[in-house]
């Protein structure tokens, strides 16, 4: 009990400290900027919830071949699995970064976003999706470290990144910023982490020291991930349908209203 509470708790710290990026730009934003730009942000908050959640999902998928090859001691085919879950986030970033770029608009549209919080909306979730690889980056990294047993580093990691304050502050009421500057602040932040977690990864792991042709992209094993990832995905992301269904409603009943929900 005392192992599986001492794995589970960090983990659990880890998914509710990712909420608190845009719980921070939220508080910040309706502090400083008012209430447009804070119902704006707040009316995001449900699509948000459906692309981290997946993102987050996938991740955690990647992670459960990998834990296996490391529990069975095959460190070549544990380097593999890791090489092929790097290839992998690549290429969904790149995949889903473009899509909600493009559809974005449309799907604040399609939600009945307030014509007067419509432009503070798409601003602040245009540069959150643009993010989207720092936050793959992140969750692949803390899963990668989960999988070989430390739940504890990733959340030391994220909780570094509480400079997500500092950076929203900053850029907000020294450089005038509006909710640009919020989003700005919690892609860089996860970024940061990000980053942080690589840098860990390959001085603590040298049964991660990739060896010549561990890097090629195999279709087993990357067949494999995605069987676990991207049903793992769409688990995490799923409940959001309900969020956006009942932001929508609520978007058409006006800005006043969506800043009262948030």
């Excluded at 608190?20 to 919830?49: C, E, H, Q, R, W």
């Excluded at 890791?82 to 604040?108: G, K, Q, R």
């Excluded at 570094?160 to 850029?171: F, P, R």
Aim: with cysteine.
């Amino acid at each position: 009990m005392k192992l599986i509470l001492g794995f589970a708790f960090p983990m659990f710290l880890g998914l509710l400290f990712q909420q608190f990026y845009s719980l921070v730009d939220t508080m910040i934003v309706g502090k400083y900027l008012g209430v447009d730009p804070f119902a704006g942000v707040g009316s995001t908050g449900s699509l948000n919830f459906i692309v981290i959640g997946f993102c987050m999902g996938l991740c955690s998928g990647f992670s459960v071949p990998i834990s296996q090859s490391f529990g069975a001691k095959d460190f070549p085919q544990l380097r593999k699995m890791v090489a092929n879950s790097v290839w992998l986030c690549v290429f969904f970033s790149a995949i889903f970064t473009t899509l909600m770029l493009v559809f974005c608009h449309p799907f604040l549209t399609l939600m009945n976003t307030p014509e007067n919080i419509f432009e503070y909306a798409y601003i602040y979730i245009f540069i959150i999706f643009a993010g989207i690889p720092c936050t793959i980056l992140y969750n692949m990294t803390a899963a990668i470290l989960r999988a070989l047993g430390d739940s504890k580093s990733p959340i030391i990691f994220l909780a570094i990144s509480v400079i997500n304050i500092g950076l929203d502050l900053l850029l907000i009421i020294v450089f005038k910023m509006s909710v640009d500057g919020a989003a700005l602040a919690t892609v860089i932040s996860q970024g940061v982490s990000g980053v942080i977690s690589v840098i860990y990864i390959k001085k603590k792991f040298d049964i991660l020291s990739m060896e010549k042709g561990d890097w090629k992209l195999e279709g087993r094993l990357a067949g494999k991930l995605t069987g676990v990832g991207i049903p793992m995905g769409l688990q995490y992301s799923i409940t959001g349908i309900g969020s956006v269904i009942l932001q929508t409603a609520v978007n058409g009943l006006g800005s006043v209203y969506v800043a009262s929900m948030t």
